[in-house]
C-alpha cells in the first residue's frame, strides 16, 4: 500500500470538493464545534469559580442558573423565542452530525468507485446508516479523550482527593478508549458502506485492523503528523472562547460594557466560522484518508489456510 499516495490522493480530492466541504464539512462542524465551545467556556468558568482559584464558595452552575432565573422574570417575552431556538439547535446537533458524517462517507466511497454521487444522494443512502452509527457514536463517547476530560475536571473541582482517588480509573479508560478507538477503525465504514450492524462492524474492524496492523498504524501516524486532527480541533476550539473572554475583559475596562459584549460576540462569531470551516476540512479530509484505506485494504482477500492447503495439495497431485 502506498501511504503518500492515498495522502495525496484525498487531500486532492478533499480540495476538489467544496460542496463537500460546505454541506458535510462546515455546516455540521458549526454546531459541534458551538458546542465544544460552550463546554469549554463552562469549564474555563467553573474552574475560576472553584477553590482552586481561591473561591472555596463558589460555584459557576449557581451562576448560571441564578442568571437564567433573572433572565426569564424580566424578559418574559424572549424566553419562549430562545427555549424554541435552543430545542432545535439541540434537535439539529443531536441528528445532523452523525448523518452528515455517514453521507459523507458515502458520497467518497461511491466517487472512488466510480460512482458520481451528489451530497443529495449521499444524505438519502447515509439515512438508513444513521441509528446505527448514532449507537456506535455513543459506545465510543463513553471513552472519547474529551468525555473523560470533562469528568476529570468535574472530580478535580469537586475535591483533589477525590480525583487522585479516581486517577487510576481515568487512566484506565483513556487506556481502553486509544485501544477501542484503534482496533475500532473501520467500524464506521462497515456500518455506512456495507450496511453491517454495530456488532458486526465492532467485530470486523478488530480482525481487519489486527490483519493489517502495520498499515492501520501507519496510516494513523500519518494522520497524526500531517492534521493532528484532534489536537487542532482541540486548539481551535479552545483558543475561540479564551479570544472572546480576553478581548470582551480588556474592552470593558477601556469602553462601555455593552459595547465590548457587542465587540467580543463579532469576535466570537468570527472565529467560530473559521473554526467550524477549518474543522469541517480536517473532517472530510479525514473521512476521505480512511475511506479509501477501508476500501483498498477490503478489497484484498485473505486467502486461508485451507485455501492455501487445497492449492498446495492440487500443485502436487
Known sequence: MNYRQIIAESWAYTQGNKKLIRW???????????VSMGTLLYQLFSFKKSYIFGDENGSFLHDVISFLSTFVQEHLTLTMPLVVFLVIFLLIYLAFPTWAQAGAIQVIAR?????????????????????????????MKT??????LVEMSFAVRYSLNLFLFLMPIF?????????????????????VIDGES???????????????????????ILMMIIGIRIVLQVILVFLVPVLIVV???????VIAPSISVIIGGVIGIAGLVVAAYINGVVDIFSYT?????????????????????VDEIGERA
Request: aromatic share 18%; net charge positive; glycine share 6%.
Open 247 to 253: 478581548v470582551t475583559g480588556y474592552l470593558s475596562l
Open 171 to 191: 487512566l484506565l479508560f483513556l487506556v481502553v478508549g486509544l485501544v477501542m478507538t484503534l482496533l475500532f477503525t473501520y467500524a464506521g465504514f462497515y456500518i
Open 111 to 139: 466517487d472512488k468507485n466510480g460512482q458520481k454521487a451528489t451530497i443529495g444522494a449521499g444524505l438519502r443512502y447515509g439515512a438508513s446508516a444513521y441509528l446505527p452509527l448514532i449507537e456506535y457514536h455513543a459506545l
Open 24 to 34: 458535510l464539512g462546515f455546516f455540521p462542524a458549526l454546531f459541534t464545534t458551538t
Open 289 to 309: 484518508v480512511w475511506t479509501f484505506t477501508f476500501l483498498k485494504l477490503t478489497s484484498e482477500q485473505e486467502v486461508s489456510a485451507r485455501e492455501v492447503f
Open 143 to 148: 471513552f472519547s479523550f474529551m468525555f473523560i
Open 198 to 220: 454495530v456488532f458486526d462492524s465492532v467485530r470486523k474492524s478488530t480482525s481487519l485492523v489486527i490483519t493489517n496492523w502495520k498499515h492501520t498504524f501507519l496510516i494513523t
